[in-house]
């Protein structure tokens, strides 16, 4: 274990020079680590056995959050939006959890889906609040009372990603060894058993789901300051498809599986752009073909092999 | 009020008519396989391609107009054949029996795969092909204009709902597919070649698919991004008519179609909700869909 964590450490700090060594990667890995928050959440429901094909509708929720705080109320602030969206997804998440984590399997997936397409069409319709499809510009936020440049903006940005995705990091550490992050894998193990323990799945589910949707808001809300212009199209079902397939290519065994993924899937994008720009979602379904078929604890399983194999740390295992 | 609605009620039973072969297609797929195929809607949007190159081919080639329609037919048959065994027997077939997470990750790669060459094929263009839709004109009942294509698409999709049950109801394959469906460890021990009804199986539900992608491109042409469309439209119709059930299908369509119509009417804003606005009301109430069995939860 110690030679992973200086692996990790090695890691994080090859990232945080990337501005000085490689400026043309800060932007990419920006909008990486965003969809990674995100992609970290639909892992966590992955563990419990349930897969949802609505996931980026969090991420559009955040991404539309700090956009409407800007617009709206002129509160500015980079970490006040950044709180303000997180906490914002959390509440919409748990409403929507409240409803959605009685389902199982298919029916949980596809009610995701569903909410999230309702989502995605009021976006692109509901035009004199969302701007339809033409979305919002999010002007650049101020850091702490600051204005700064654009540039000089997304440097800060970028450390305070990276910032967040450590202490993430750190925290889904604690949180997968507690025994709520046990119960999480335990709902995909065995639901009954943990029923018979007193545990009620249905909470367990829905702060599972909350903290799932939180991340995703806290990534969209990254993204949509980055970017800076928020569509609907953040919401479309594919992109809930993208992260599902971003936290498997990672591997949803850890907390830094579906980080690897994503930053993996946006730099091998930024690359493959220019080569095979109308190929590269062949690309992206055959890697996924390769990764469920022969790698499914995804690339996380290639840093950790030598580590313990938890059950819960591959995908569909012990089918219930 | 009537002459009002009745033109409303056959746009929607048109409607219908075109979601029914897609859905019916992925609830068969589904009751005969267990597996709820995201690529689904690309082998719709496959098909609606094959079916606008051929009729543009046709004419370009200065043949008979009228072969536009058996060229509908046969592409849909095209795609079918060559994908519908090819997509089983590779991919569909290595996920039987596993988690619902991996069964729709690997269609979704599919889905991804799928989609880029449909790109690389056929461009990003859109392509409009109404020939088989201006050929049958309109016809008059009571002062009331009817386009006679949709009367053809209604006609059709009843033919196909009564061929589906005549084919599982009273045909050696469609019993078949029953027991496979019931239990197919019993089956293969009673002698059933499960693998040859899953192949059969799947092919048809390409096929029913491609049909519905081939007969909506006079109505609605085709461009990229119809078949993501087209899936989700047709989860939010299987998923209320119940998920396996044929019957279920066809009406969860008319909803469907109803629901879209009277949104265009009275809200258009609300158009693209509406179907799924329907699926989350009806499984709030009924979790199996309006026709589906329930089936005895783990908890």
């Known amino acids: 274990m110690k030679i992973l964590y200086a692996l990790f450490a090695a890691a994080f700090a090859a990232l945080a020079i990337v501005p000085f060594a490689a400026p043309w990667l800060q932007f990419v890995l920006t909008i990486a680590i965003a969809k990674g928050f995100a992609a970290v959440g639909v892992a966590l429901l992955l563990r419990a056995g349930l897969i949802s094909i609505g996931h980026a509708m969090f991420y559009a929720a955040g991404a539309y959050t700090a956009a409407f705080i800007v617009l709206r109320s002129g509160i500015s602030d980079l970490f006040v939006l950044l709180i303000a969206s997180t906490l914002?997804?959390?509440?919409?998440?748990?409403?929507?959890g409240a409803y959605l984590v009685r389902y199982r399997a298919i029916f949980f997936a596809m009610l995701n889906l569903a909410v999230s397409m309702v989502f995605f069409a009021l976006l692109s319709k509901l035009y004199g609040i969302t701007g339809g499809t033409d979305g919002l510009r999010v002007p650049v936020p101020t850091v702490l009372g600051m204005t700064l440049t654009k540039a000089g903006f997304d440097i800060v940005l970028f450390y305070v990603a990276l910032a967040l995705m450590a202490i993430i990091a750190g925290l889904g550490v604690q949180f997968l060894k507690s025994p709520l992050g046990h119960a999480v894998g335990a709902i995909h193990t065995n639901e009954v058993r943990l029923e018979y323990l007193g545990v009620s799945a249905w909470s367990v589910l829905l702060i599972a789901y909350t903290i799932s949707a939180a991340l995703a808001g806290l990534g969209g809300a990254i993204a949509a300051v980055s970017i800076g212009h928020v569509l609907p199209d953040y919401a479309y079902w594919t992109e809930s498809g993208h992260l599902v397939l971003t936290a498997v290519l990672g591997g949803i065994g850890g907390v830094a599986g579906p980080f690897i993924g994503s930053i993996f899937l946006e730099i091998v994008h930024t690359v493959a752009v220019g080569v095979a720009h109308n190929a590269w979602n062949l690309i992206m379904g055959a890697t996924l073909l390769l990764v469920i078929f022969f790698l499914?604890?995804?690339?996380?399983?290639?840093?950790?092999?030598?580590?313990?194999?938890?059950?819960?740390?591959?995908?569909?295992?012990?089918?219930? | 009020m009537l002459d009002m609605a009745l033109p409303l009620i056959m746009d929607a039973l048109a409607n219908a008519a075109l979601i029914f072969f897609v859905a019916v297609g992925l609830t068969l797929v589904f009751s005969v396989q267990r597996i709820l195929n995201v690529a689904h809607g690309s082998f719709y949007s496959i098909g609606a391609y094959i079916a606008a190159s051929m009729g543009?081919?046709?004419?370009?080639?200065?043949?008979?107009?009228?072969?536009?329609?058996?060229?509908?037919?046969?592409?849909?048959?095209?795609?079918?054949?060559?994908?519908?065994p090819l997509v089983e027997r590779t991919l569909i077939r290595w996920t039987y029996g596993r988690h619902e997470a991996i069964?729709?990750?690997?269609?979704?790669?599919?889905?991804?795969i799928l989609e880029d060459l449909q790109r690389l094929v056929f461009g990003v263009r859109s392509i409009y092909q109404d020939t088989p839709m201006a050929l049958l004109g309109v016809s008059e009942i009571g002062g009331i204009f009817y386009l006679n294509y949709q009367l053809l698409l209604i006609v059709l999709a009843l033919a196909v709902l009564?061929?589906?049950?005549?084919?599982?109801?009273?045909?050696?394959?469609?019993?078949?597919?029953?027991?496979?469906?019931?239990?197919?460890?019993?089956?293969?021990?009673?002698?059933?070649?499960?693998?040859r009804a899953f192949v059969l199986a799947f092919t048809l539900g390409v096929f029913l698919a491609a049909l519905g992608g081939a007969l909506a491109t006079p109505t609605t042409g085709v461009?990229?991004?119809?078949?993501a469309e087209t899936m989700v439209l047709a989860f939010a119709v299987a998923a209320i008519g119940g998920l396996g059930q044929i019957e279920g299908a066809a009406v969860a369509s008319i909803i469907v179609a109803g629901a879209k119509v009277l949104a265009v009417y009275y809200a258009p804003a609300f158009d693209t909700v509406a179907p799924?606005?329907?699926?989350?009301?009806?499984?709030?109430?009924?979790?199996?869909?309006?026709?589906?069995?329930?089936?005895?939860?783990?908890?």
């Open chain 2, 276 to 299: 799924f606005l329907v699926m989350l009301a009806v499984l709030l109430v009924r979790p199996n869909g309006l026709f589906g069995t329930a089936t005895t939860r783990k908890i």
């Open chain 1, 296 to 320: 499914p604890q995804g690339l996380y399983g290639l840093v950790t092999k030598s580590a313990d194999k938890t059950s819960s740390a591959k995908l569909g295992e012990n089918k219930s």
């Open chain 2, 56 to 84: 543009l081919w046709l004419i370009s080639a200065g043949l008979n107009p009228w072969l536009s329609f058996p060229a509908l037919l046969l592409s849909a048959a095209l795609v079918a054949m060559v994908l519908g």
């Open chain 1, 88 to 96: 914002v997804t959390a509440v919409i998440g748990a409403l929507v």
């Open chain 2, 103 to 112: 069964q729709i990750l690997v269609t979704f790669g599919l889905f991804l």
């Open chain 2, 223 to 227: 461009a990229p991004g119809l078949g």
């Open chain 2, 162 to 195: 009564f061929g589906m049950r005549f084919l599982i109801k009273h045909t050696r394959l469609g019993r078949l597919l029953v027991a496979v469906v019931a239990d197919r460890e019993v089956s293969l021990a009673m002698g059933i070649n499960t693998d």
